[in-house]
């Protein structure tokens, strides 16, 4: 098919008094991961549940594969939730075998178990696995059907920094063989890792899309690291200085107008070292999106 894989057009939805989504497009191309980013309550939950047709829009219209999600659209798709409720007594290999039978093709329990890296998980109850194995056989879960589209809700809450390389690496791989993948995560380094495109929500409106280059453009804030002998709090209070924060022995100050707040700096400070100036990232720019657009 040619055009987007999964799309919402226009579509609101309420909650009673609660206006969870307001006149939000967004569409999914085949072989791309989108980041949908947002505070809590922005709406992320809700899109994703219209996408799956688990909700109907209050307004406006959700399109799975060319055609309003239903359980045939839903044979084609993933999904890795924040909650989920799996029977503790059953085996990995068990829930893996129940269902991968759901999907015309799915991959065998080792296949599944080895693309996700829980291969020594397979005999193991899962009710008797730590919290970050759980979310790892959850992964093998979502992708044990070949999905088309994958929807991973804050995948690697509760894994070491191992295990998410892993789930990362795995990730990227499924990209590379065309899976359309959304991920909805608070580490915003791992929107900045694995996305093509980011979408930030906020109030259940669509403030911003793009990729992370031009998700960053949009602000005007910089970083700049030095080291210094002069407080945290001096600079802290500084005109244009939204943050100050040390590691590794410098300073880390996120900052607008950086032109001027370096000359302060140097002016403050003759003996300043090691001074970097570079773009804001990711996270700064969620902040100023979230915060100062969906006013």
Not at 65 to 75: D, I, L
Not at 224 to 253: F, K, M, N, Q, Y
Not at 255 to 283: H, Q, T, Y
Request: proline letters at 4%; aromatic letters at 4%.
């Amino acid at each position: 098919m040619s055009g987007p894989i999964a799309q919402l057009s226009a579509v609101t939805k309420r909650f009673g008094s609660v206006q969870a989504l307001d006149n939000l497009t967004l569409a999914i191309g085949r072989g791309e991961v989108v980041a949908l980013l947002g505070p809590n309550g922005a709406g992320k939950s809700t899109a994703i549940a219209l996408l799956l047709g688990l909700q109907r829009p209050d307004a406006g219209s959700a399109c799975l594969f060319g055609e309003a999600p239903s359980a045939a659209t839903r044979r084609r798709v993933g999904v890795m939730m924040q909650e989920v409720g799996l029977a503790p007594e059953m085996k990995v290999r068990e829930h893996i075998e129940l269902v991968a039978s759901y999907y015309p093709a799915a991959m065998s329990p080792d296949q599944a178990m080895g693309l996700t890296h829980v291969d020594s998980l397979a005999q193991r109850p899962y009710g008797k696995l730590s919290g970050g194995q759980k979310r790892l056989v959850q992964f093998a879960i979502a992708v044990c059907g070949r999905p088309e589209l994958l929807f991973l809700d804050e995948p690697t809450v509760g894994l070491d920094v191992e295990a998410r390389g892993l789930l990362w690496a795995t990730v990227r791989q499924l990209r590379s063989s065309g899976t359309a993948i959304v991920l909805t995560t608070h580490y915003l380094e791992e929107a900045e890792a694995l996305a093509d495109r980011v979408a930030v929500l906020a109030r259940g409106r669509l403030v911003a899309s793009g990729t992370v280059s031009e998700i960053r453009s949009v602000v005007d804030r910089k970083r700049i690291i030095c080291s210094t002998e002069l407080a945290p709090d001096d600079i802290r209070s500084w005109p244009g200085v939204d943050s100050v924060t040390h590691g590794e022995g410098r300073l880390h100050l996120t900052v607008r107008n950086a032109e001027a707040i370096v000359r302060r700096l140097l002016a403050a400070d003759s003996e300043v070292r090691d001074l970097e100036v570079m773009r804001a990232g990711l996270a700064e720019a969620f902040t100023e999106l979230t915060q100062e657009r969906a006013g």
